[in-house]
């Protein structure tokens, strides 16, 4: 229970990582808040039968508005805001192909969700914590870019683009003792991965480059997260943690 007490955001907390994200952070005594753009509320509602103490947001990441909305009520629920992990992101519906036949308005939209929803989220989230003097702010990036992986470029960008957010963000915000740190998963068996067949084969490449070998579930990440939302972690920030089995040794 090293979350005792402590709130925790999840976004895209409603399905695939972001769902065992949200499970472990109220295993470890944290309220929740799962914000998703569907689903939010019915994974709230889960983690709520399980004994944990939830709320559910249908929140888009890419819209103000919203990211400001997501704090206001859980702050109105809770009454206080310790972790955000940015876990919301567009990926298994991406279709994997040369970089010249991306359409522009995939290109755009894949950068609002990816990379302005987690600079959002921050931005809304920041002045409490300032306040508080205190908080965890952990973004999901990927393993992707540190190894140049093809056929996805947008993604790869955004993805390279959360890990430079981080650590800018973790020089703005360390003197109000608030940390920022990304996770950096290999190709993950997610809900959305295990129905895109093209996904899939290129998992089982992923897998012959990994020095445990074999497949990636979201399990394997949750701990990571949990470590960085800890006050085990509490003088690591601007780091971005690789949980991808050896694949990209940084």
Not at 62 to 88: H, K, W, Y
Request: charged share 25%; aromatic share 4%; with cysteine.
């Amino acid at each position: 229970m090293k979350l005792k007490d402590k709130t925790a955001i999840v976004t895209g907390g409603a399905r695939g990582i972001g769902r065992a994200v949200a499970e472990r952070l109220a295993a470890d005594g944290a309220n929740i808040v799962i914000a998703d753009i569907e689903g939010a509320e019915g994974a709230a509602a889960e983690l709520s039968k399980q004994g944990a103490s939830a709320l559910g947001l249908r929140i888009d990441v890419s819209e103000q508005t919203d990211a400001e909305r997501m704090t206001r009520e859980t702050l109105a629920r809770f009454g206080r805001m310790d972790v955000l992990v940015n876990c919301a992101a567009m990926f298994a519906t991406i279709k994997l192909g040369p970089f010249e036949e991306i359409p522009v308005a995939e290109w755009k939209r894949l950068l609002e969700v990816n990379v302005l929803g987690v600079a959002l989220c921050c931005a809304a989230v920041s002045p409490h914590m300032r306040g508080q003097k205190s908080g965890r702010i952990i973004n999901f990036a990927s393993g992707s870019p540190l190894k140049g992986v093809p056929n996805f470029l947008h993604y790869i960008a955004s993805k390279g683009a959360v890990i430079a957010m981080t650590r800018g963000l973790a020089r703005e915000l360390g003197k109000d003792n608030i940390t920022v740190n990304s996770i950096a998963p290999g190709l993950t068996l997610s809900d959305g991965v295990l129905l895109r067949p093209e996904h899939l084969r290129t998992h089982q490449d992923s897998i012959r480059g990994r020095a445990l070998g074999r497949e990636e579930r979201p399990s394997d990440i949750v701990g990571a997260v949990s470590f960085l939302a800890s006050d085990d972690a509490a003088f690591i920030t601007g780091q971005t943690l690789v949980v991808d089995g050896g694949s990209a040794m940084v």
